[in-house]
Nanobody, 124 residues
Framework: QVQLVESGGGLVQAGDSLTVSCAAS????????MGWFRQAPGKEREFVAV????????YYADSVKGRFTISRDNVKNTVYLQMKNLKAEDTAVYYC?????????????????WGQGTQVTVSS
């Protein structure tokens, strides 16, 4: 198992940028695909972005493509989500997750470890 702690959330204005981070401890960080998901009030948790073990493969939800960038530092055991041109509809609790499957996936059930989440609120 790997333990995950998110940070960097906050209140921003529409059009602003924000980067959230997720620090991992425990088993080898580089052995996991890492994903970001989010859950808005009254909505189901949804996929945002995923990055492969080595960082060479990334996938994004259509709603964030071109605005969000996922990256990782396997020395610092940290995954990042850089968010630009934020919109009110990006308001949610953002969760990072670690997945041990050999394929890169956007499906929540393929991720076995989850952080507690960090709140991102975008005011319009």
């Amino acid at each position: 198992q790997v333990q995950l702690v998110e940070s960097g959330g906050g209140l921003v204005q529409a059009g602003d940028s924000l980067t959230v981070s997720c620090a991992a401890s425990g088993r080898a960080f580089s052995s996991y695909n890492m994903g970001w998901f989010r859950q808005a009030p009254g909505k189901e948790r949804e996929f945002v972005a995923v990055i492969s073990r080595g960082g060479g493969v990334t996938y994004y939800a259509d709603s964030v493509k071109g605005r969000f960038t996922i990256s990782r530092d396997n020395v610092k055991n940290t995954v990042y989500l850089q968010m630009k041109n934020l919109k009110a509809e990006d308001t949610a609790v953002y969760y990072c997750a670690a997945g041990g499957r050999p394929i890169v996936t956007s499906i929540a059930r393929d991720f076995g470890s989850w952080g507690q989440g960090t709140q991102v609120t975008v005011s319009s």
